[in-house]
């Protein structure tokens, strides 16, 4: 249990501002685990498979959001 919230923040703004970030090695990282979920088979054949019912799906309710606020409105 952490007893003192503020203490913690002020100790990881502090780590993060201490060690900058290194793009070559953060992507090193991305690409590695990338490369172990491949070998996993934790993605598909086709990473865009149903992408397109996904578009539809947030247009309807992009749209659903605006009519009905203007309703309540």
Same mark, same amino acid.
Do not use: C
């Given at each position: 249990?952490?007893?003192?919230?503020?203490?913690?923040?002020?100790? !990881?703004?502090?780590?993060?501002?201490?060690?900058?970030? #290194?793009?070559?090695?953060? %992507?090193?990282?991305?690409?590695? /685990?990338? =490369? !172990?979920?491949?070998?996993?088979?934790?993605?598909?054949? #086709?990473?865009?498979?149903? %992408?397109?019912?996904?578009?539809? /799906?947030? =247009?309807?309710?992009?749209?659903?959001?605006?009519?009905?606020?203007?309703?309540?409105?």
């Amino acid at each position: 249990m952490i007893k003192n919230p503020q203490k913690l923040r002020k100790f !990881e703004y502090q780590l993060a501002r201490k060690n900058k970030a #290194n793009f070559y090695k953060n %992507l090193a990282i991305v690409e590695e /685990l990338h =490369r !172990e979920a491949r070998n996993l088979g934790v993605f598909g054949v #086709n990473p865009l498979e149903g %992408l397109e019912v996904d578009i539809k /799906l947030t =247009r309807i309710i992009n749209h659903v959001r605006r009519t009905s606020y203007k309703i309540i409105k």
